[in-house]
Nanobody, 124 residues
Framework: QVQLVESGGGLVQAGGSLRLSCAAS????????MGWFRQAPGKEREFVAA????????YYADSVKGRFTISRDNAKNMVYLQMNSLKPEDTAVYYC?????????????????WGQGTQVAVSS
């Protein structure tokens, strides 16, 4: 069992930065690949980024590549999403999630555990 709690969301101007954090509890956190997803009003939840259990591999959606960086600290049971050069279209609720297989990191249906989400709003 893994519990996830996101924090760090807020309101920022376009071009600004935010750092989201995801605190995980549970003995087997380091066994999971971790992903960030987001959902804007009226839209489906979409994949943002993922990091492998070791932190040695990462994967990004094209829309955030070069602007967002995902990382994890297994010693602290934490996952981070550094978001730079934010755009109004990045406005959404951001969710942290855990999945057992790296093969399925883009598929939200394959994830086993989810946090409650944190709101990010980017003004133009």
């Amino acid at each position: 069992q893994v519990q996830l709690v996101e924090s760090g969301g807020g309101l920022v101007q376009a071009g600004g930065s935010l750092r989201l954090s995801c605190a995980a509890s549970g003995r087997f956190f380091s066994s999971y690949a971790m992903g960030w997803f987001r959902q804007a009003p009226g839209k489906e939840r979409e994949f943002v980024a993922a990091v492998r259990w070791s932190g040695g591999a990462t994967y990004y959606a094209d829309s955030v590549k070069g602007r967002f960086t995902i990382s994890r600290d297994n010693a602290k049971n934490m996952v981070y999403l550094q978001m730079n050069s934010l755009k109004p279209e990045d406005t959404a609720v951001y969710y942290c999630a855990a999945v057992t297989s790296w093969v399925f990191v883009r598929d939200s249906r394959r994830y086993d555990y989810w946090g409650q989400g944190t709101q990010v709003a980017v003004s133009s």
